[in-house]
């Protein structure tokens, strides 16, 4: 009982760092968290790092971990959604909401998106699998204490519309944006950035409890992927340290945020 205390003021405290928004769906939550996860298919990767990719999910939701995070929180139940995204035109939600409580509902989960294709479409628009992302919560069915959208990918944005425009819209209805750059090989080629984990920390993330996992070995990418569910799932009494790129004495924007439409704009007409 005084871990569930311990859980409960947590999130009430997130929930009033989030807004009176976020402190009235506290109040009302039938689940911890409505999270969706955003998932980068652009041919920027192989069909190898695709497979790692969304095996990495599959494990996560099958593994002890994970089931034992969602059993620890406040509701003791997660909303999930998974969406595959790559240019301006390409998002597809793979695996509508499920609520997951206990093993037999996260293997359904894992099941559903075990057993669907795995889409490859060009380019990289971060800002449209964002937009796409947010438009997914109005459909949840539930009320969460936290809203989240993980997005994971291996390049910047380089079409669509500028990613922080989308980002600030996000953070203003309350939803926090967690981040998974993947950096495996330099994968991407022309059109990748060698500073992938400062580009999501500066460009991509934000909101309340922020934070990224960077993977850089494509072994270890199942075991990255868990771990950021874990940490998600577990919500404010998690200690999360951005350590991979936070530096209080930097600027406030270390890089570029346009770097990938200017990179895109050197090797393609249209820029």
Known sequence: MRGRQAILAGALAFAVAGGTCGAARAQVADVD???????DVSGS???????????????????PEVIQAIRNGLTGRIAVAYVEWAG???????????????EASAER????????????????????????????????GVAGIRRVIDVSGDGPNNRGRPVLEARAEVLERGITINGLPI???????????????????????GGPGAFLITVDDIARLAEGIRRKLVLEIAGPPARVMAAQWSDPAAPAKR?????????????????
Not at 111 to 131: K, Q, R, V, W
């Open 255 to 271: 890089i570029d945020c346009l770097i990938g439409e200017r990179l895109r704009g050197r090797w393609y007409d249209d820029p």
């Open 45 to 63: 990767m192989d069909a190898r790092e695709h497979a790692a990719q969304r095996n990495g999910y599959v494990e996560a939701f099958r593994h």
């Open 33 to 39: 968290v409505e999270l969706v996860l955003a998932v």
């Open 183 to 205: 950096v495996v090989g330099r994968a991407g080629g022309s059109l990748a950035t060698e500073l992938l984990d400062v580009y999501y920390g500066d460009c991509v993330i």
């Open 109 to 140: 989960f894992a099941a559903a998106l075990e057993a669907a294709p795995i889409n490859e479409f060009s380019g990289t628009s971060i800002s449209a699998g964002l937009d796409f992302a947010a438009s997914q919560f109005g459909s949840s």
């Open 88 to 102: 301006a035109p390409y998002q597809d939600l793979v695996v509508p909401w499920m609520a997951i409580e206990d």
